[in-house]
């Protein structure tokens, strides 16, 4: 990519459309913010493993079963076998952002501006590949990751903390947990936001979480133009998270209401959310139910919030989204 200074996101705001990083990346571009991880940054993260200590950061298959939202049926896993001494399997009704997941830049667009780059929505068609995980799954996701620990913050500051509600988190207090971890971005970063919310969620039995999807509520990025400066930046190229939405749910305030907006016929009301700017304007890679618990207590036991960062999306051409099997080496 073209290694011209990139534009501030105030700067973005005489962009067309208003901050968006269309112009940035290029027309025709469908990698957006993963464009910031470069060769030479990813050389340089690699230099961070020492001691070849290895974190999945995927929950298996049907680990959210039953999804609080309650549109992602769980996967149905089959084994046959041909002989005695063969087997082999497939999956039904495998939804492919049903638990650990990476949204394709397909995923999300915005009412006035369109999907990404300007993909039209009467263009973003069960045929079409445009836009597609399988972008990424070619191009590769590997870096610097960083992680910052809400809870392991709150509760050195004596700030009250609970991962079953909707605490809406300030850009500024993303700075305050990096002081307070001593953490530095360095620009092509990929942000672990761990709230607890997933590791809370997976060890309740069903019934609890039946009980639970009844009142559903997840700390997360508040939806605040502050948000969006903060990330764009610091040059984020991939934010993941440990809930279903990145941000916080529900939204309660939000910089990003249209006016008259009506709710849809079906399935999530997006008005006021991160993911329309994020997604559809900045391009921005999103991870959600990201597993980070395992990752954190190291980090908090050695001192290390950084570490080396793969994500490899399955190549599924036009796919929505996708399982991260994302992998930090410590």
């Given at each position: 990519?073209?290694?011209?200074?990139?534009?501030?996101?105030?700067?973005?705001?005489?962009?067309?459309?208003?901050?968006?990083?269309?112009?940035?990346?290029?027309?025709?571009?469908?990698?957006?913010?993963?464009?910031?991880?470069?060769?030479?940054?990813?050389?340089?993260?690699?230099?961070?493993?020492?001691?070849?200590?290895?974190?999945?950061?995927?929950?298996?298959?049907?680990?959210?079963?039953?999804?609080?939202?309650?549109?992602?049926?769980?996967?149905?896993?089959?084994?046959?076998?041909?002989?005695?001494?063969?087997?082999?399997?497939?999956?039904?009704?495998?939804y492919l952002q049903s638990t650990s997941q990476l949204d394709s830049l397909r995923h999300i667009g915005h009412p006035e501006h369109g999907f990404y780059n300007g993909l039209a929505a009467a263009d973003n068609t069960a045929e079409s590949t445009r836009l597609g995980i399988h972008n990424w799954a070619e191009s590769g996701i590997a870096g610097r990751g960083v992680l910052l620990d809400v809870p392991r913050f709150f509760a050195a500051r004596g700030r009250e903390y609970n991962c079953e509600t909707t605490i809406a988190i300030e850009a500024r207090t993303l700075s305050e947990i990096a002081d307070f971890q001593g953490v530095e971005f360095h620009g092509g970063d990929m942000l672990l936001l761990r709230t607890g919310w997933a590791g809370n969620y997976v060890a309740k039995s069903r019934e609890q979480r039946i009980e639970f999807n009844s009142r559903n509520k997840s700390p997360g990025l508040a939806q605040r133009e502050t948000s969006?400066?903060?990330?764009?930046?610091?040059?984020?190229?991939?934010?993941?998270?440990?809930?279903?939405?990145?941000?916080?749910?529900?939204?309660?305030?939000?910089?990003?209401?249209?006016?008259?907006?009506?709710?849809?016929?079906?399935?999530?009301?997006?008005?006021?959310?991160?993911?329309?700017?994020?997604?559809?304007?900045?391009?921005?890679?999103?991870?959600?139910?990201?597993?980070?618990?395992?990752?954190?207590?190291?980090c908090a036991a050695d001192g290390r919030y950084d570490c080396f960062l793969t994500c490899k999306p399955l190549n599924i051409p036009g796919g929505v989204g996708s399982p991260p099997n994302a992998l930090a080496i410590k």
């Open positions: 990519m073209n290694e011209r200074p990139r534009p501030t996101y105030d700067e973005l705001a005489n962009a067309k459309p208003a901050h968006s990083s269309w112009d940035v990346f290029g027309a025709g571009d469908e990698l957006g913010t993963v464009n910031l991880l470069t060769p030479q940054r990813v050389a340089a993260a690699a230099r961070l493993i020492r001691t070849g200590e290895r974190f999945s950061l995927d929950y298996p298959v049907n680990a959210f079963e039953p999804y609080p939202t309650g549109t992602r049926p769980a996967t149905r896993h089959h084994v046959f076998a041909n002989n005695e001494f063969h087997r082999d399997d497939w999956l039904d009704s495998f969006l400066r903060w990330l764009w930046d610091h040059e984020i190229a991939l934010v993941a998270s440990d809930t279903p939405a990145v941000e916080a749910d529900p939204v309660i305030d939000s910089d990003f209401r249209l006016a008259g907006a009506r709710p849809p016929e079906r399935g999530v009301n997006h008005d006021g959310m991160l993911h329309r700017p994020l997604i559809a304007l900045l391009g921005m890679a999103m991870g959600e139910l990201w597993k980070l618990d395992e990752l954190a207590a190291s």
